[in-house]
C-alpha cells in the first residue's frame, strides 16, 4: 500500500519568511499528489494537486509544490509568510492499487510568529 | 449550494449506545467518503461510495456501518459505540466515481463516548 509521510508534526516560521513543509510518498508508478489546509474547527479544503503534466504546481494563496520523481517528494512552499497561514496542512496521494482511495499523511501544524 | 453539510456538528455517547452520523451534498457528486480525524494520524478512510448502492471500506471499516441509497446522502452508522471511537469525523465529496478532483468537505462532528 502507498502511504505519505511528512516531516516535522510542527513547522514555526516568521512572518514574511519562507514556508517549506515536507512530504514524501511510497509509490512504485506515478501517483496522484494532493495538499489540503485546514482552519481551525474547519473541513479541509485542496491547496492544490499533481495529476500528471507540469511537475511544479501552483496553488491558492501563494503556494506551490513541486513533484520530484527521483526523491519520491512533494514539498510545499510558499515565498513570504502571512499570519492568515497558520494552519494544519495535509499531504495525501491517491492509491494506484485502488484509485478509490486517497491517503493522507498525519499533518504539519504550521505557526506564523509576528 | 451547500456543499457537504454534516449533523451533528457534536455528541456524546456512552459505551454501547447507537447513532447515525448524517451528511448529505448537493453537488451531485458520485464519490462519497468518511474519515476521522485523530491527533497525529492524519486522516483515516473509514468507509466510501463511488455511487448510489455502491459502497467499500477503507483503512479502518470496523465498528461503522454505511449505506448509499441515493446520490446525495451517506450516513455512516456507529452500531455499538466504544471509546476507541472518540474522534472527529469528516464526510467529503467528490465528482467522478474515482477522487482524481478535489473532494470538499464538510465541517466535521466531534464524537466523545464516554
Known amino acids: 500500500a502507498q502511504s505519505v509521510t511528512q516531516l516535522g508534526s510542527h513547522v514555526s516560521v516568521s512572518e514574511g519568511a519562507l514556508v517549506l513543509l515536507r512530504c514524501n510518498y511510497s509509490s512504485s508508478v506515478p501517483p496522484y499528489l494532493f495538499w489540503y489546509v485546514q482552519y481551525p474547527n474547519q473541513g479541509l479544503q485542496l491547496l492544490l494537486k499533481y495529476t500528471t503534466g507540469a511537475t511544479l504546481v501552483k496553488g491558492i494563496n501563494g503556494f506551490e509544490a513541486e513533484f520530484k520523481k527521483s526523491e519520491t517528494s512533494f514539498h510545499l512552499t510558499k515565498p513570504s509568510a502571512h499570519m492568515s497561514d497558520a494552519a494544519e496542512y495535509f499531504c495525501?496521494?491517491?492509491?494506484?492499487?485502488?484509485?478509490?482511495?486517497?491517503?493522507f499523511g498525519s499533518g504539519t501544524r504550521l505557526s506564523i510568529r509576528p | 449550494n451547500a456543499g457537504v453539510t454534516q449533523t451533528p456538528k457534536f455528541q456524546v455517547l456512552k459505551t454501547g449506545q447507537s447513532m447515525t452520523l448524517q451528511c448529505a451534498q448537493d453537488m451531485n457528486h458520485e464519490y462519497m467518503s468518511w474519515y476521522r480525524q485523530d491527533p497525529g494520524m492524519g486522516l483515516r478512510l473509514i468507509h466510501y461510495?463511488?455511487?448510489?448502492?455502491?459502497?467499500d471500506q477503507g483503512e479502518v471499516p470496523n465498528g461503522y456501518n454505511v449505506s448509499r441509497s441515493t446520490t446525495e446522502d451517506f450516513p455512516l452508522r456507529l452500531l455499538s459505540a466504544a471509546p476507541s471511537q472518540t474522534s472527529v469525523y469528516f464526510c467529503?465529496?467528490?465528482?467522478?466515481?474515482?477522487?482524481?478532483?478535489?473532494?470538499?468537505f464538510g465541517p466535521g462532528t466531534r464524537l466523545t463516548v464516554t
Open positions: 467529503a465529496s467528490s465528482y467522478g466515481q474515482v477522487p482524481s478532483y478535489e473532494q470538499y
Open positions: 461510495s463511488v455511487g448510489a448502492g455502491i459502497t
Open positions: 495525501a496521494v491517491r492509491e494506484y492499487s485502488s484509485a478509490s482511495k486517497i491517503i
